[in-house]
Structure formats: structure tokens, C-alpha cells
């Protein structure tokens, strides 16, 4: 049970082409169904695991298969063969901003995007300080509409509320570029401190650096498999000799 | 406490939506029932002023079917596209892709309520009688329609998660069906060899029992049976649909 993240051999694919009326009648007339029914495949044989604890980096090219590991993980995605145990709550950092209206101001939005993620109202009254603090946003710029915002600071609202908020899995992706350098270090800290607290950390990345600083042990994509997996020195090692 | 915090994700989504729409103003409150005036203007041209349609105080009968017709056509258009529209929400976020149909049923329901007024002052107006029971009927009729669409758009948006283009249809259908339901023209005009078509169709019910309410002060109860039978059912399919695609969703969508 101390694996928080478990994949056995976990093959997934898409279908090639999104079915309209059309498609599906033709589909039905066509008896060799070619085309319309063939998949292709974005992961082959995943077998891995993440203990409490760790901080796991998932290393690979575009299009190596990261983003659909971190929504089988995250659970938007099913598996079509294999298995996957998650046992703990998932706190998404997977896009600074869905979820957010323009129209809205900043305030409203903290009030909206908590109550996406599960989080009643009055329990969002007792964070708001805290959140607001985190952001650095003054207080009139908090309560203006965020189409207004950079978007930088609609990065630093995202990341933000995300700190008020209770997992015990961290899963980010290709978020960690956001904000001035400053905060950026901030958001380090955060992460940081999240792992000394014995908070578990999934992050795909293409940024090496925040990578190697993160993260303790990882794993190498390549075409949908795992081409490397261990600690995180031998991993980028391995990542940097064959790009 | 699971409850508690879906019923505010509701209400957050609908304030979200109304204030985007109308920016709080007072011509938004015009705005929210100028589409459904205009419409019944036009209606009351073609049907009463050209084609002579012989039916007292014509004005408040098209209303009473138009407004809550607007709901339903409103509610459906937009929940069928809810969870495309939604998709990167549902890929990064915790949300339950059902509560985006709530907030849509809900969302034009605002509106629905809104209209009310406007509809007593025309029924006081061209001189018909006001009832007290509206205060009990009027709640639960539509508790009743929200029931009554809520499952139709969790079974609509469900589709058009595999079926992508169930969405540009529904549009289609809600014209013709606005036209198989007696809302510009009342039911007895219709041939007997075409009742049949009537029978079936959930939202000549639910018309009917506006219009009993309205005019006459009382609910139609075999109306009102059959629509809880009829949601009962939708509500049994939808929840097979949806339990069966919306994990297809981040695939397809």
C-alpha cells in the first residue's frame, strides 16, 4: 500500500477519427469498417509505480505519450487494458486558467474555480486571505474583471488557489514556466515544501532543470513506452544521451 | 456536505452566467425577456392578424406556451453541447460534467422567472382572472420541467460526446418541434388523423398543463402523471448514457 500510483501494464489508445452521423452511418454500410474504427496507439505496456513520498518526473518528446499519462493518472482517461491504482486524492495542476471567466473578477473566480474542484464556499471564505497573499494581487485588482489580468497574473491566480487546496498527489503538467522569476521561486517553495510535508509530486515537464530539481525519481517516454525508469540523475542522464 | 457543494457549484455557475450575460443591469432584465417578446409579437402578426386564428385573448395563450417553450428550446441547444464546450474543464478539474447540464437547465430557468411578470400583467391585461393557487401550482410545475429536462439534456449531451454532430440536430428539432406542440395554435385544430403525433409528444403535456394552470387555475393531473412517468424513464436512460461515455469524453471530444 505504500505505492500511492500504480500502473501494470496499462495500454491505451485513441480512435483516429471522431465519429459524426455520417461517419457512423458509412461505418454501418461499410462492412470492413476500416478507417473509421482503426485506433492508434499513444501508450504500450506501462508498468511503473510512484511511492508516498516521491517526486516522480515524466520525461519525453512531444507527442511521447505524457499528457495521456497524467489524465490516466488524474482518471479523465480510461485504460483500454492493464491497471491502474491510485490510492490517494488528486490535486490537479494540469492548466492555469480553465475554469476561469474573463468576465468575472478575480475575487469571483477564486469563489468559482473552488467550488469546480469540491471546495464549499464557506471553507473558500477562510482561505481567501491566505489566497490573496499567495497571489500578491492588490486588493483592486482582485476584484476586477480578469480579462483585464496579464497572463501572468492569471497564472499566479491559478497557482495560487491551487495552494489553499487539500491532496495528497500533486499532478502537474507543463505549468511550471508561469509567472516572473519570483514567482516562480515561489511556487518552487511551494512544491518544496508540499514534498517535505510527505506530499507526493507527478510532473511532465520539458523544462530539465525544474525537473532535476523536483523530482527524485522519474521515468523516460519514448513513442508511448517506457524507455527508462529509476532515480532521477540516471533518468536525465539517459534522457540527454539519446534525444 | 457532498450536496451542499454541488448545489453552490450550481448556483455559482448560473450567477456566473447571468452576470456575464447581463452585467447586472436593468437592461439586462429587458434583454432576458426581449427574445421571447419578439418572437410572440411576429406569431400574434402571422396567426392572428393574417390567418385569422379564432381564439380568445390570443395574446396571453401565445404567451403562456412561448415562454416556458423558450426554456426548453434554450435548455437543450445549449446542455447538448455542454460537455464539448466544457471539455478542458473536464480534462484539468474535479467537476462532475453532469452538474454543467444543472446549470444550463437552471441558467435558462432564470430566465423563465423572469418572464413571469410579464406574463401575469398581460393575463390582468385582457381581463381574465388571477388565481391564488399559482402561488403552490406555479412552483411545482416548474420543479416539474426542470425535472422533465434535465435528463433530456444529460442523454443529448451524452450522444454528442460519440455523436458530434447531435448538437447542430437538436437545433433543427426544437424549430420543428415548437411547430408540433400548440403553442402558436391550440389543439383542437389539429386533424384527427394527426392526434396520434400528439399523444406522444412529451411537451404537448407540458404545454397543456401551463396553459390549464394559467387560464384556469388547476393542474391537468394525467398530464402531469404522464410527464413523471415520461422523466422517470429519461431519467433511467440518461444515467446509462452518461455512466457509458462520459469517460469516453476526453477521447473523443
Redesign the interface.
Same mark, same amino acid.
Given at each position: 500500500m505504500s505505492n500511492l500510483i500504480q500502473f501494470n501494464s496499462v495500454h491505451k489508445s485513441?480512435?483516429n477519427i471522431?465519429?459524426?452521423? @455520417?461517419e457512423?452511418l458509412i461505418s454501418i454500410y461499410n462492412r470492413e469498417k476500416k478507417n473509421y474504427h482503426e485506433t492508434h496507439p499513444t501508450l504500450e505496456n506501462i508498468t511503473f509505480s510512484v511511492e508516498k513520498g516521491q517526486s516522480f518526473g515524466l520525461v519525453g518528446h512531444n507527442g511521447a505519450g505524457k499528457s495521456t499519462l497524467i489524465?490516466l493518472i488524474f482518471g479523465?482517461? @480510461?485504460p483500454d487494458q492493464g491497471d491502474i491504482a491510485i490510492n490517494g486524492s488528486i490535486l490537479?495542476l494540469?492548466?492555469l486558467g480553465?475554469?476561469f471567466?474573463p468576465?468575472?473578477t478575480g475575487k469571483?473566480n477564486i469563489?468559482?474555480?473552488n467550488?469546480?474542484?469540491?471546495?464549499?464556499?464557506s471553507e473558500t471564505k477562510e482561505k481567501y486571505d491566505s489566497i490573496c497573499a499567495f497571489s500578491e494581487l492588490g486588493a483592486d485588482v482582485i476584484n476586477k474583471p480578469i480579462r483585464s489580468y496579464s497572463s501572468g497574473m492569471v497564472a499566479r491566480l491559478g497557482f495560487s488557489i491551487v495552494t489553499a487546496l487539500q491532496g495528497d498527489i500533486i499532478l502537474i503538467d507543463e505549468i511550471l514556466g508561469v509567472g516572473d522569476h519570483n514567482f516562480q521561486k515561489k511556487c518552487r517553495r511551494f512544491l518544496e515544501e508540499f514534498k517535505q510535508n510527505n506530499g507526493t509530486l507527478v510532473i511532465a515537464s520539458h523544462d530539465d532543470n525544474s525537473i532535476k530539481d523536483l523530482c527524485d525519481h522519474g521515468l523516460v517516454l519514448k513513442n508511448g513506452q517506457v524507455e527508462y525508469t529509476g532515480n532521477i540523475t540516471d533518468v536525465m542522464k539517459f534522457y540527454e544521451h539519446n534525444r | 456536505m457532498k450536496n451542499l457543494a454541488h448545489f453552490e457549484l450550481i448556483y455559482l455557475l448560473v450567477s456566473r452566467d447571468l452576470k456575464v450575460r447581463y452585467k447586472n443591469s436593468f437592461f439586462g432584465y429587458i434583454w432576458a425577456i426581449a427574445n421571447p417578446l419578439a418572437f410572440a409579437v411576429i406569431y400574434y402578426f402571422a396567426f392572428k392578424v393574417i390567418l385569422r386564428i379564432e381564439l380568445e385573448n390570443y395574446s396571453s395563450y401565445l404567451l403562456i406556451g412561448l415562454f416556458p417553450w423558450m426554456w426548453v428550446s434554450n435548455s437543450l441547444i445549449v446542455t447538448s453541447a455542454a460537455f464539448r464546450e466544457n471539455i478542458s474543464l473536464i480534462r484539468t478539474t474535479k467537476i462532475k460534467p453532469y452538474l454543467l447540464v444543472f446549470s444550463g437547465v437552471m441558467n435558462e430557468m432564470v430566465h423563465f422567472l423572469f418572464a413571469i411578470p410579464v406574463l401575469i400583467l398581460v393575463i390582468l391585461y385582457s381581463d381574465q382572472s388571477l388565481y391564488l393557487s399559482w402561488l403552490w401550482q406555479l412552483p411545482v410545475v416548474i420543479a416539474l420541467q426542470a425535472i422533465l429536462l434535465i435528463p433530456l439534456g444529460i442523454i443529448l449531451s451524452s450522444f454528442n460526446i460519440v455523436l458530434r454532430d447531435i448538437e447542430y440536430l437538436v437545433g433543427i428539432t426544437m424549430t420543428m418541434l415548437f411547430f408540433l406542440t400548440p403553442i402558436v395554435y391550440p389543439i383542437n385544430l389539429v386533424p384527427d388523423s394527426y392526434q396520434a403525433i400528439y399523444h406522444v409528444n412529451p411537451f404537448v403535456y407540458l404545454i397543456d398543463i401551463w396553459h390549464k394552470v394559467f387560464l384556469n387555475g388547476y393542474i391537468p393531473m394525467l398530464s402531469m402523471i404522464y410527464l413523471l412517468i415520461f422523466s422517470f424513464m429519461t431519467s433511467i436512460i440518461s444515467y446509462g448514457l452518461y455512466s457509458k461515455n462520459i469517460h469516453k469524453a476526453a477521447n473523443y471530444l
Amino acid at each position: 500500500m505504500s505505492n500511492l500510483i500504480q500502473f501494470n501494464s496499462v495500454h491505451k489508445s485513441y480512435p483516429n477519427i471522431s465519429m459524426g452521423i @455520417k461517419e457512423a452511418l458509412i461505418s454501418i454500410y461499410n462492412r470492413e469498417k476500416k478507417n473509421y474504427h482503426e485506433t492508434h496507439p499513444t501508450l504500450e505496456n506501462i508498468t511503473f509505480s510512484v511511492e508516498k513520498g516521491q517526486s516522480f518526473g515524466l520525461v519525453g518528446h512531444n507527442g511521447a505519450g505524457k499528457s495521456t499519462l497524467i489524465s490516466l493518472i488524474f482518471g479523465t482517461l @480510461k485504460p483500454d487494458q492493464g491497471d491502474i491504482a491510485i490510492n490517494g486524492s488528486i490535486l490537479p495542476l494540469l492548466s492555469l486558467g480553465s475554469g476561469f471567466h474573463p468576465e468575472l473578477t478575480g475575487k469571483e473566480n477564486i469563489f468559482l474555480f473552488n467550488s469546480i474542484q469540491g471546495v464549499s464556499i464557506s471553507e473558500t471564505k477562510e482561505k481567501y486571505d491566505s489566497i490573496c497573499a499567495f497571489s500578491e494581487l492588490g486588493a483592486d485588482v482582485i476584484n476586477k474583471p480578469i480579462r483585464s489580468y496579464s497572463s501572468g497574473m492569471v497564472a499566479r491566480l491559478g497557482f495560487s488557489i491551487v495552494t489553499a487546496l487539500q491532496g495528497d498527489i500533486i499532478l502537474i503538467d507543463e505549468i511550471l514556466g508561469v509567472g516572473d522569476h519570483n514567482f516562480q521561486k515561489k511556487c518552487r517553495r511551494f512544491l518544496e515544501e508540499f514534498k517535505q510535508n510527505n506530499g507526493t509530486l507527478v510532473i511532465a515537464s520539458h523544462d530539465d532543470n525544474s525537473i532535476k530539481d523536483l523530482c527524485d525519481h522519474g521515468l523516460v517516454l519514448k513513442n508511448g513506452q517506457v524507455e527508462y525508469t529509476g532515480n532521477i540523475t540516471d533518468v536525465m542522464k539517459f534522457y540527454e544521451h539519446n534525444r | 456536505m457532498k450536496n451542499l457543494a454541488h448545489f453552490e457549484l450550481i448556483y455559482l455557475l448560473v450567477s456566473r452566467d447571468l452576470k456575464v450575460r447581463y452585467k447586472n443591469s436593468f437592461f439586462g432584465y429587458i434583454w432576458a425577456i426581449a427574445n421571447p417578446l419578439a418572437f410572440a409579437v411576429i406569431y400574434y402578426f402571422a396567426f392572428k392578424v393574417i390567418l385569422r386564428i379564432e381564439l380568445e385573448n390570443y395574446s396571453s395563450y401565445l404567451l403562456i406556451g412561448l415562454f416556458p417553450w423558450m426554456w426548453v428550446s434554450n435548455s437543450l441547444i445549449v446542455t447538448s453541447a455542454a460537455f464539448r464546450e466544457n471539455i478542458s474543464l473536464i480534462r484539468t478539474t474535479k467537476i462532475k460534467p453532469y452538474l454543467l447540464v444543472f446549470s444550463g437547465v437552471m441558467n435558462e430557468m432564470v430566465h423563465f422567472l423572469f418572464a413571469i411578470p410579464v406574463l401575469i400583467l398581460v393575463i390582468l391585461y385582457s381581463d381574465q382572472s388571477l388565481y391564488l393557487s399559482w402561488l403552490w401550482q406555479l412552483p411545482v410545475v416548474i420543479a416539474l420541467q426542470a425535472i422533465l429536462l434535465i435528463p433530456l439534456g444529460i442523454i443529448l449531451s451524452s450522444f454528442n460526446i460519440v455523436l458530434r454532430d447531435i448538437e447542430y440536430l437538436v437545433g433543427i428539432t426544437m424549430t420543428m418541434l415548437f411547430f408540433l406542440t400548440p403553442i402558436v395554435y391550440p389543439i383542437n385544430l389539429v386533424p384527427d388523423s394527426y392526434q396520434a403525433i400528439y399523444h406522444v409528444n412529451p411537451f404537448v403535456y407540458l404545454i397543456d398543463i401551463w396553459h390549464k394552470v394559467f387560464l384556469n387555475g388547476y393542474i391537468p393531473m394525467l398530464s402531469m402523471i404522464y410527464l413523471l412517468i415520461f422523466s422517470f424513464m429519461t431519467s433511467i436512460i440518461s444515467y446509462g448514457l452518461y455512466s457509458k461515455n462520459i469517460h469516453k469524453a476526453a477521447n473523443y471530444l
